[in-house]
C-alpha cells in the first residue's frame, strides 16, 4: 500500500486512541504484510497465520472482484489468540470489499471491541478522478477513524444521548465523522470537516472515554454487531494490531 495512506491511517488510529485518552496504555503495531514464518504448509496456507490466508476467505466467500468483509470480521473475532491476549485488529486494504450482504460496495466495516477493516480501493483516481492524492489519503484516514470509532463502541453505544440515526448501523449526526455517507462524495465533506472542526463531536468523544472506563478487568468486551462504512446502488494489504501495553 501507499506508505503515505498507511502513515495517515496509523495517525489516525493515534488520534482516536488519544481521544480516549489511551494513548499511553495500548500500542499500536504495524506488522505490514504479516506473515507468520510458518505460514505456509506446502502450497497451502495455514489457518490465521498469514495476512494472505485471512484475504483468501474473503476472497472465497466473496464475489467477482470483491472480498467478503464478513467472513474476513468473522475469522478475526475467531482468531485462536483473541481469548490469551486482547487486542484490536485493524487491516488496511487496497482490494475493493463488500459485506457480504446486498451492498454495492463498502469502505469499511467497524466490529466493536475486536476489528475494523478498510479498503482503499474506492478512494482512489479510478473513482473520484477530480480529487489529487493527498486529498484521497485524507479522505482515507478519515474512513480509518469512522471505523476504529465504531471498533472503539461509537456512536450511541448506551441509548443515553441524542443526535443518532439508524442507517445501516447506527450513526451520529452532529458535525463528526461518525455520520453515515452513502455515497464517496459525501466522505470528502467528512474529511473537510474533520480538517476544519475536529474529528469527533462533544456525545462522541465522551462516549469513546467511556469506552474503555466501562472495559471489564480482563480488557474484555461482548463483540457487537457491525457497522458499515459507506454504501451505494487486492493488493499488498496491511495488518495492524492493536494491544495493550
Ligand atoms: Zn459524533
Ligand atoms: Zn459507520
Redesign the pocket.
Known amino acids: 500500500m501507499h506508505s503515505g495512506a498507511v502513515t495517515a491511517a496509523l495517525s489516525g488510529i493515534e488520534e482516536m486512541l488519544e481521544i480516549a485518552g489511551v494513548s499511553q496504555m495500548i500500542s499500536v503495531g504495524n506488522l505490514g504484510v504479516w506473515r507468520a514464518s510458518d505460514y505456509r504448509d506446502g502450497s497451502r496456507l495455514r489457518e490465521y497465520r498469514s495476512i494472505d490466508w485471512y484475504l483468501a476467505r474473503g476472497r472465497q466467500t466473496g464475489r467477482r472482484g470483491q472480498l467478503n468483509a464478513s467472513t474476513i470480521t468473522f475469522d478475526l473475532m475467531e482468531e485462536p489468540w483473541r481469548r490469551q491476549e486482547h487486542h484490536y485488529d485493524v487491516i488496511l486494504l487496497e482490494s475493493d470489499i463488500y459485506n457480504g450482504g446486498n451492498t454495492n460496495f463498502v469502505l469499511g466495516v467497524?466490529t466493536q471491541a475486536s476489528s475494523a477493516i478498510i479498503s482503499r480501493h474506492r478512494l482512489s483516481r479510478r473513482y473520484l478522478p477530480e480529487l489529487p492524492e493527498d486529498e484521497l489519503i485524507e479522505c482515507y484516514k478519515t474512513a480509518v477513524m469512522?471505523?476504529v470509532g465504531?471498533m472503539l463502541g461509537l456512536p450511541g453505544r448506551f441509548g443515553t444521548r441524542g443526535h443518532l440515526e439508524e442507517s445501516?448501523?447506527m450513526?451520529c449526526t452532529n458535525t463528526c465523522l461518525?455520520r453515515?455517507r452513502l455515497r464517496l462524495e459525501g466522505w470528502e465533506e467528512l474529511t473537510a470537516d474533520r480538517l476544519r472542526r475536529g474529528s469527533l463531536c462533544i456525545e462522541c468523544r465522551r462516549e469513546i472515554v467511556n469506552f474503555f472506563q466501562d472495559m471489564l478487568p480482563d480488557g474484555h468486551f461482548e463483540p457487537m454487531e457491525s457497522?458499515?462504512?459507506s454504501f451505494r446502488p487486492v493488493g499488498d494489504d496491511q495488518f495492524i494490531p492493536i494491544g495493550r501495553r
Open positions: 467497524g469512522h471505523e465504531h445501516l448501523g450513526h461518525m453515515q457497522s458499515e462504512a
